[in-house]
């Protein structure tokens, strides 16, 4: 199984602020990463995928990067409804499997 | 507009059986990988069972495999979830997501989730 690791567990900023999540692989799995966010009491939704690839209707603030076990997803000047958990999964293999997440708070 | 409406969640016991169904409506479910995911209430994201578009690819994570049954009707355009044999670590909102597309499994779209409880 195909471990993700996401650090930190908590980051507290300041809106307009640049933050930058890390996600790592127990293996290589190319680019096969996407990330998502979930604000509370919702369905988490797809901002990034093949890790660096928006989903439609994401801005373009949201921004990911990597390959083979190390990724990131940079958040530029952070609004205010940017403040969530923010999980990776990847698709390389089976099982599917997600990160533990990283919630981004309010400072 | 793609939508994803689960529905059949509800409070169990152990041992008990429940099918949750998953409508969709806004695309062509035909074409396109079909996923479970499941979350306890504040706690992560757990891979439960992706069904192909044609449903003669399955998969199943190794803690509910031999008890849950994914499945799907095109024609009707539903996704469904056989529970069997609950466990209480069972519990939890359970979504259903659509993928990317029949082969690439990142999850486009998601229900608003139905809430499993099991408890003794």
């Known amino acids: 199984e195909i471990v993700l690791t996401q650090s930190p567990a908590t980051l507290s900023l300041f809106p307009g602020e640049t933050v930058t999540l890390s996600c790592r692989a127990s293996q290589n799995i190319n680019t096969y990463i996407a990330w998502y966010q979930q604000k509370p009491g919702q369905s988490p939704s797809l901002l990034i995928y093949d890790a660096s690839n928006r989903a439609t209707g994401i801005p373009a603030r949201f921004s990911g990067r990597g390959s083979g076990t190390d990724f990131t997803l940079t958040i530029s000047s952070l609004e205010p409804e940017d403040f969530a958990l923010y999980y990776c999964?990847?698709?390389?293999?089976?099982?599917?499997?997600f990160g533990g997440g990283t919630k981004v708070e309010i400072k | 507009e793609v939508q994803l409406v689960e529905s059949g969640g509800g409070l169990m016991k152990p041992g008990e059986s429940l099918r949750l169904s998953c409508a969709t409506s806004g695309f062509m479910i035909d074409n396109y990988a079909m996923t479970w995911v499941r979350q306890t209430p504040g706690k992560g994201l757990n891979w439960v069972a992706t069904?192909?578009?044609?449903?003669?690819?399955?998969h199943y994570a190794d803690s509910v495999k031999g008890r849950f049954t994914i499945s799907r009707d095109n024609s009707r355009k539903m996704l469904y979830l056989q529970m069997d044999r609950l466990k209480v670590e069972d519990t939890a909102i359970y979504y259903c997501?659509?993928?990317?597309?029949?082969?690439?499994?990142?999850?486009?779209?998601w229900g608003q989730g139905t809430l499993v409880t099991v408890s003794p």
């Open positions: 069904s192909s578009g044609n449903g003669g690819e399955i």
């Open positions: 999964q990847q698709r390389s293999d089976w099982p599917l499997t």
């Open positions: 997501t659509k993928a990317m597309t029949n082969l690439n499994q990142h999850l486009h779209s």
